[in-house]
């Protein structure tokens, strides 16, 4: 979730196999050192806003997991249409439910690729 703002000692502490931590605040979020199991995060990727990783880099216990990677456009999904040259951008309802296409491609009302 993007406000996320604090995590609680041992919340992933158990998590042996924990591959992706995916984390949308717009801050690094606070946590105990102890939040995570540093054995265990040290082979995951840790996903994160492209202008924060250099502040995940300096800050414990996020500087332990093995990767530190921007999110990817896909994982960020649509924040806002507005209509260009391309005639296939543009909101209708499909099959009931709102869908947006931006650049020939669909998205959910939740900005997740269809």
């Known amino acids: 979730l ?3 703002i604090s995590i609680g ?3 992933f ?3 042996s196999k924990l591959t992706d931590c995916y ?3 717009s801050t690094v ?3 105990s050192t102890i939040a995570f199991t540093n054995q265990y995060i040290a082979n995951a990727t840790l996903h994160i806003p492209a202008e924060l990783i250099e502040d995940y880099n300096y800050s414990d216990p996020w ?3 093995g990767m530190i990677v921007a999110l990817t456009e ?11 040259e391309n005639q296939s951008d543009g909101k ?3 099959n009931g439910k709102l869908v947006i296409i931006r650049n020939g491609v669909k998205y959910n009302s939740a900005g997740q690729m269809m």
């Open 9 to 11: 000692e041992n919340a």
């Open 63 to 65: 500087y332990n997991f």
């Open 74 to 84: 896909e994982e960020l999904g649509v924040s806002g249409v507005a209509a260009g």
């Open 23 to 25: 984390c949308y605040a």
């Open 2 to 4: 993007a406000n996320v």
């Open 92 to 94: 209708f309802i499909e």
């Open 13 to 15: 502490a158990s998590c």
């Open 29 to 31: 979020p606070t946590t």
